[in-house]
């Protein structure tokens, strides 16, 4: 195939978050395979009331091998005009616009109409959700704006696809979030533990990304509290950043007759440090209420950890159950269920080999590959 020039709008450094790493990510294969590749980030993403956690910004050296620039206003009409004109006359073959909460919809959307008018610049919108998690007064109508920007669309969960269905038939492509490999890789349990000054005889559940209501800690946290998983000794790491008010978690805790089983590290987890909670867990619970796709579930794939995640959004489409971990409902008596059966019948060593084999289906390649065809 020959080479492309394409430009990606969406968080990069100084950025932080999955979204962030993930068109680092991304972009990095691309240019691997030989194409011309950009990243135009935001100067001002979120204003600050919109932004529920300490900070949107990483103290992470920037990725040597990627040009990124700092440019975009997401509240700001004249530059999205600005950029777009920009892009316009860069005539990139491809233009990505990577889309995940409607708030986004009048900025990315207003690039890529501009962009798209040198009559060469293909626009792909590149779907994290198309209905939010957490919905707003005009959602549908910031959505449908970006949605009429875009040639065609690429989702990585059936979920997306058929949310889209709701606004246009344009061509979407559904490929799977690939494993995220860039973290290190599994280390010895014992040596994880010692890193994180945990003792590492104890059996380990990990929550793990920032914690929002959707994701359904406090139904884990209840699961926490059953008889059983009280006796067991099983702890539970909560590795991730609050995203708005932590004192029902901490309530919960407080509740649940298990409080020293329950360790937080609940500031943000630099991407030098994500390999040993990894390596340090048996088992990584998704308790999530409502989901479209997990960068935790590809985590979990990269480090061979089983799961156990809810059966919501596309989440069932990339655990297996009974082979790489467990699909339950939403609710904390299966959470628990599934945890304690993991470990009273040591499933680790049964999924283990189905954890190795699936991982392989998810390749950055494949997703290039699927940018590139139409």
């Known amino acids: 195939m020959s080479s492309k020039k394409i430009i990606i709008v969406g968080p990069a450094h100084p950025l932080r978050g999955g979204i962030a790493a993930f068109n680092e990510r991304m972009a990095n294969e691309l240019i691997q395979e030989g194409h011309d590749v950009q990243i135009i980030t935001f100067s001002l993403q979120y204003p600050g009331f919109l932004f529920p956690g300490k900070t949107q910004y990483s103290s992470e050296p920037a990725p040597a091998n990627i040009p990124i620039s700092v440019e975009v206003n997401s509240v700001n009409p004249l530059n999205w005009i600005k950029i777009g004109n920009k892009i316009k006359a860069l005539k990139p073959d491809i233009l990505i616009l990577r889309f995940w909460i409607p708030f986004m919809g009048p900025c990315l959307g207003t690039i890529g ?21 957490e919905h707003r007064i005009g959602d549908q109508q910031l959505t449908n704006y970006f949605v009429k920007s875009c040639d065609r669309f690429i989702a990585m969960s059936k979920q997306v696809v058929e949310e889209l269905r709701q606004f246009t038939q344009k061509p979407c492509k559904m490929i799977p979030h690939p494993v995220y490999d860039h973290y ?36 884990l946290l209840e699961a926490m509290a059953d008889k059983r998983i009280v006796e067991s ?38 991407d030098d440090e994500v390999k040993y909670y990894f390596s340090a867990a048996d088992l990584v619970v998704q308790p999530y209420k409502s989901a479209t796709q997990s960068g935790i579930s590809q985590l979990a794939y990269h480090f061979e950890k089983p799961m156990v995640v809810t059966n919501v959004g596309g989440l069932p489409e990339i655990v297996h159950h009974g082979k790489t971990g467990y699909v339950v409902e939403v609710n904390r008596a299966p959470i628990a269920d599934a945890i304690i059966d993991f470990f009273e019948t040591n499933k680790g060593a049964q999924f283990a080999p189905y954890l190795k084999e699936e991982k392989k289906k998810y390749s950055w390649e494949s997703l290039a590959k699927g940018i590139l065809q139409q």
């Open 113 to 133: 109409k501009i962009a798209k008018k040198n009559k060469h610049t293909e626009v792909i919108g590149f779907l994290d959700n198309v209905i939010p998690h």
């Open 184 to 219: 290190g890789d599994v280390m010895e349990k014992a040596t994880a533990c010692a890193h994180l000054k945990i003792d590492p005889n104890k059996k380990y559940l990990l929550f793990f990304g920032f914690i929002r209501n959707y994701k359904g800690l406090d139904l």
């Open 233 to 270: 000794g099983i702890q539970l790491i909560v590795a991730g950043e609050f995203y708005g008010d932590a004192t029902p978690y901490h309530q919960l805790i407080a509740q649940s007759g298990n409080s020293e089983s329950i360790l937080l590290h609940t500031d943000y987890i630099a």
